[in-house]
């Protein structure tokens, strides 16, 4: 197997790492590597911060190992290795009655890191997070290829589910998908006047899935103004795909406090005041940023940040305190979205809290570093939490005060990795690992 030295970073560009990444298409090539030089694996990494890093170490890319292993089409269980994304499930499967029953805001999120950060969607308040959909997974785990499930191996798989990667590497998983009508989603979008019209709509929507873009850039009576979009999976006729854009170079449009304002002003108008209601392919609804290729580039060379915490219900108005910091600093981009959780979470270090959760997109300047500080600390008092997925700045104290069950799943994975072959840039940086 070759070791190639690569330069490479997570989503928000603003963290990198140089290291010797193997890419092995067959499952007996990564055991063969595990034997040799056990390193942690990354998928796709959409991970913003440094999840997936692993700077002057080895690192396993596991995006060749993208088989199907098996499907069921009576009850919907798919085995798939961890390469396998989760756009690839889509596709394959809607049109045979079956869609995966959670997915992130991007497609490429593939089977394994989905599962390593135990991610959720727009339905979390109905249906809870990817590893509650998880029947069980084939991990290397010191040495060893276990089968870990909710009733076998229980802490084993609790540590991995939401683990980022600390248990060991994930090889394939079996996913129970949930059934669909069609292959669309009827959508309706609503024009949401102020903060106040933010949180009655999340609070006394009944959709399955619901999430809101805010106006991260409106002070004044029309703070925390936005639009509300209800949707459900539907047997209509979705319109054919628009063509694929991309972004060629490294360029600052969101990095621009007047773009973002005009943009997001555009935003607000392009849902009438009464609002509207539309078919929309399953790809554009739940993935609208993977038509850009490259979106990310548009904070420019120096890369951005994203803040996302989770507050709980009795906390709403610490978050409105948060988002009032964030619209009086003009820094934040187009990209701001607010959507409601609830209680199910599948793992010891899994995000989700019942609550509503904030994500906001800032550029990776000094100006932005600081806000986001004031935002952690204010999410720590409100007894809320930060998502590692996205976190690249907060200190590992902080983190570790968030998750009741760090301390469970630090001992869970000193059993898995006791020689602590897999750990990351992040988990060095949070001292996860003690
Ligand atoms: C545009 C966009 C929108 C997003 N929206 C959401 C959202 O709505 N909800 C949400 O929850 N997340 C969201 N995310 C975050 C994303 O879903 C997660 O970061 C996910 O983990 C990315 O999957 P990946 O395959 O790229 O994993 P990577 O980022 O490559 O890795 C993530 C973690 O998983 C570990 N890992 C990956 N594969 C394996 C494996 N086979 N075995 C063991 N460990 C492994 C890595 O070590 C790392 O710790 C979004 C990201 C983007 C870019």
């Avoid at 029947?135 to 980022?164: E, H, Q, Y």
């Avoid at 047997?235 to 694929?244: G, I, L, V």
């Avoid at 539309?278 to 580039?297: A, C, G, H, M, T």
Wanted: aromatic share 8%; net charge positive.
């Amino acid at each position: 197997m070759l070791w190639k030295t690569t330069e490479y970073s997570g989503w928000g560009n603003a963290l990198t790492a140089t290291g010797d990444i193997a890419r092995p298409e067959r499952a007996a090539t990564l055991a063969r590597i595990l034997d040799e030089t056990p390193a942690p694996a990354f998928g796709n990494r959409r991970s913003y911060g440094d999840a997936a890093l692993n700077d002057g170490g080895r690192a396993i890319d596991m995006t060749r190992l993208d088989k199907i292993i098996g499907f069921d089409p009576d009850t919907g269980v798919v085995e798939a290795e961890a390469g396998v994304t989760l756009t690839t499930l889509m596709r394959l499967f809607a049109h045979r009655g079956w869609v995966p029953a959670v997915v992130p805001g991007t497609g490429f999120a593939t089977v394994g890191g989905a599962i390593a950060q135990d991610v959720h969607g727009k339905n979390h308040h109905a249906e809870g997070s990817f590893g509650n959909h998880v029947k069980s997974i084939s991990l290397f785990t010191n040495g060893k290829r276990v089968t870990a499930s909710p009733t076998r191996n229980k802490a084993l798989f609790r540590a991995t589910m939401g683990g980022v990667g600390q248990t060991g590497v994930i090889l394939s998983a079996k996913l129970q998908m949930k059934p669909t009508p069609g292959t669309a989603m009827q959508v309706t979008e609503t024009r949401l006047a102020d903060w106040n019209d933010q949180i009655d709509a999340l609070t006394s929507s009944t959709a399955t899935y619901v999430v809101s873009w805010i106006d991260a850039q409106a002070k004044g009576d029309k703070m925390g103004r936005g639009i509300l979009e209800e949707a459900e999976l539907t047997s209509a006729d979705a319109p054919a795909p628009d063509r694929a854009k991309s972004v060629p170079v490294n360029m600052s449009l969101f990095s621009n406090g007047l773009f973002a304002r005009v943009f997001n002003e555009g935003y607000f108008r392009r849902v009438p005041a009464t609002g509207r209601s539309s078919v929309k392919r399953l790809e554009e609804f739940f993935f609208p940023l993977d038509k850009i290729r490259n979106v990310n580039r548009l904070y420019g060379k120096k890369g951005f940040h994203q803040f996302q915490c989770v507050v709980p219900l009795d906390a709403i108005d610490v978050l409105e305190e948060m988002m009032h910091k964030v619209s009086r600093s003009g820094l934040a981009s187009p990209l701001a979205v607010l959507k409601r959780m609830g209680p199910d979470r599948a793992g010891m270090m899994s995000f989700p809290m019942e609550g509503y959760t904030l994500a906001v997109d800032f550029p990776n300047r000094a100006r932005a570093t600081k806000l986001i500080a004031e935002l952690e600390r204010m999410t720590a008092q409100a007894g809320g939490r930060l998502y590692l997925a996205k976190d690249s700045l907060a200190h590992g104290d902080a983190i570790k005060a968030m998750y009741p069950d760090w301390s469970d799943w630090a001992a869970e994975v000193a059993k898995a990795d006791p020689d602590r072959t897999m750990v990351t840039d992040m988990v060095r940086r949070l001292k996860l690992r003690g």
